[in-house]
């Protein structure tokens, strides 16, 4: 399960609901924080699909399971998933092997590493739209 439900257009984590966290406790599994990075060069929004391209790396996380409870406090757990797939997603945007080549529109960088994707301020104001 994707607990953003979306691409985030900032390309860092968005806000995320309960969902994941509930459904998990009351289906007794462990939650796994996962993030992607690398497959926005493929297909996100407002940018051509480009499905064909070859040898864009995709770099997949897992981070440490936990296992909620329904007596666990889902709000906060929601959190602590949020964080934990935020530092997985810093570490993975760390470890990607490309960078965009000089002439190019860096658009698939988050702002905060000199790319022109907007800020997850600007993106929320999108996805209202």
């Not at 530092?87 to 590493?113: F, I, V």
Request: charged share 20%; aromatic share 6%; net charge negative.
């Amino acid at each position: 399960m994707f607990p953003e439900a979306t691409i985030g257009q900032s390309f860092t984590v968005k806000g995320i609901k309960t969902g994941a966290v509930r459904m998990a406790a009351e289906a007794g599994v462990p939650v796994i924080p996962m993030t992607v990075w690398g497959s926005q060069r493929l297909w996100t929004k407002g940018h051509p699909k480009n499905l064909t391209q070859r040898h864009v790396p995709i770099l997949i996380r897992a981070g440490e399971p936990f296992q909620p409870t329904p007596q666990d406090d889902q709000d906060a757990l929601t959190q602590d998933l949020r964080a934990r797939m935020a530092a997985l997603l810093d570490q993975a945007q760390r470890d990607y092997p490309d960078t965009p080549k000089a002439a190019d529109d860096p658009w698939w960088l988050p702002t905060h590493l000199g790319g022109t994707a907007p800020t997850p301020e600007e993106a929320a104001t999108c996805d209202l739209r």
